[in-house]
């Protein structure tokens, strides 16, 4: 119903012209960050992207009283590397993290059963500082075999006196 003549409107609620907007050209991939190709990019550094991933990080603090950890060794480092290298294994399997990839990875790097020695000491180099440094975390994950990810927990606890066999150290970190 419209307004009468007689009562008077003001200039707020008077009504306005519509802007007209333009039409948008054709979009293109061309920013730095787009994918080219069906897949995502896969090498040093890139990580193993997957579904819900921050979860691992919640779950991570559940083992926080748990971890067995060696003089110098800070908890956050560990939990930063183990939560790296469990979102790589979640991420293979095309799944977001549960708390069995966890025990995964802290078993996997001795920080549950405690370390064989020569692995404490190849793991500290590391490991430290990795709460503070992405590099440091992504080779965490990329140490460990494609085939050690399909491992359980178990069988990961009962190969760790031969660990070299589950993991690939750089001798340069």
Request: aromatic fraction near 8%; charge should be negative; proline fraction near 8%.
């Amino acid at each position: 119903m419209t307004q009468p003549n007689f009562v008077p409107v003001v200039e707020a609620d008077q009504v306005r012209r519509s802007y007209q907007l333009e039409v948008p050209s054709i979009w293109t991939a061309t920013r730095p960050s787009e994918l080219s190709g069906q897949r995502q990019p896969a090498g040093a550094f890139l990580g193993t992207p997957g579904p819900d991933q921050g979860f691992a990080l919640k779950l991570a603090r559940r083992f926080e009283d748990r971890l067995v950890l060696l003089p110098g060794e800070q908890a956050a480092d560990a939990i930063s590397g183990c939560t790296a290298v469990a979102m790589r294994r979640a991420a293979s399997y095309g799944r977001a993290p549960v708390i069995h990839d966890l025990t995964w990875a802290f078993t996997l790097w001795g920080f549950l059963v405690g370390a064989p020695s020569d692995l404490a000491e190849a793991r500290e180099p590391l490991f430290r500082s990795a709460s503070h440094h992405y590099q440091a975390q992504r080779t965490i994950a990329d140490c460990v075999f494609e085939s050690t990810l399909r491992m359980t927990p178990q069988q990961v606890a009962e190969a760790i006196g031969e660990w070299r066999t589950l993991l690939e150290i750089p001798t340069h970190h």
